[in-house]
């Protein structure tokens, strides 16, 4: 089975809160648009060089939890975007509607 789901290189937004980030990233599929969510805890190895997990210990739970709240208001405010793109682009340039009368610009 292929995945026919486009993921961009650079996710769309971001959310980070110390070591613990969550990326947004838009998928479009078969003619709609869906969100999703990583995340990830960076940390220094003993080598001192970066690493990234997607493992939590108890005293990163507080501020994953709190990372993927912002997310999903994130997640929201992009969908409403993409709601009020999608109006506009209904609408003709040249008339507007309004409480059920059309007016030229």
């Known amino acids: 089975m292929t995945d026919t789901t486009t993921q961009p290189e650079k996710p769309i937004a971001d959310v980070q ?3 613990i980030r969550s990326a947004i990233w838009r998928n479009e599929r078969k003619g709609y648009v869906t969100y999703t969510v990583t995340m990830e805890r960076r940390y220094y190895d003993q080598s001192n060089q970066p ?10 739970l507080a ?3 709190r990372v993927l709240q912002l997310a999903e208001d994130k997640v929201f405010e992009l969908e409403e975007r993409d709601r009020q793109a999608a109006r506009s682009s209904e609408q003709s340039p040249a008339t507007i509607a309004v409480a059920g009368q059309e007016q030229s610009r």
């Open 17 to 19: 809160r110390g070591a």
């Open 51 to 60: 690493r990234s997990t997607h493992s939590y210990g108890r005293d990163d």
């Open 63 to 65: 501020r994953a939890a």
